[in-house]
């Protein structure tokens, strides 16, 4: 009969993790669950589907608006629910804030020749 040295040292790391992981996900989904109960509170039905259409484009500025509501409703800014055109205006203010200005330079390289010299 053989035995088997397992070295406990090397296994410990790999428990410890899953139940990280698995106390992660249950805290990620208390959070979610936690700002879709505030944002049902405070956005009606119609705003409501503005917002999850819009995470599915742009997820990001989804995420900031629902910051923000959650945010104003925390410090009793909001005074009922917000419809859909009060949600337009919210998403026109956070793209003012957020909106990323292109601009276009141009670098020439510098190359040995001139053209006064292009004398074919």
């Given at each position: 009969?053989?035995k088997?040295?397992?070295?406990?040292m090397?296994?410990?790391?790999?428990?410890f993790?899953?139940?990280?992981?698995?106390?992660?996900?249950?805290?990620?989904?208390r959070?979610?669950?936690?700002?879709?109960?505030?944002?049902?509170?405070?956005?009606?039905?119609?705003?409501?589907?503005?917002?999850?259409?819009?995470?599915?484009?742009?997820?990001?500025?989804?995420?900031a608006?629902?910051?923000?509501?959650?945010?104003?409703?925390?410090?009793g800014?909001?005074?009922?629910?917000?419809?859909?055109?009060?949600?337009?205006?919210?998403?026109?203010?956070?793209?003012?804030?957020?909106?990323?200005?292109?601009?276009?330079?141009?670098?020439?390289?510098?190359?040995?020749d001139?053209?006064?010299?292009?004398?074919?």
């Amino acid at each position: 009969m053989q035995k088997y040295n397992l070295n406990v040292m090397m296994l410990s790391p790999i428990l410890f993790q899953d139940g990280n992981n698995q106390q992660g996900e249950e805290a990620k989904q208390r959070e979610t669950d936690m700002r879709n109960s505030i944002l049902a509170q405070v956005l009606d039905q119609s705003a409501r589907a503005r917002l999850s259409n819009l995470a599915l484009v742009k997820p990001e500025k989804a995420n900031a608006v629902e910051n923000y509501l959650i945010q104003m409703a925390r410090f009793g800014k909001l005074g009922g629910k917000i419809s859909e055109s009060g949600l337009i205006e919210i998403l026109e203010k956070v793209s003012q804030q957020t909106e990323k200005k292109t601009t276009v330079t141009f670098n020439r390289r510098r190359v040995m020749d001139s053209d006064d010299e292009d004398d074919y």
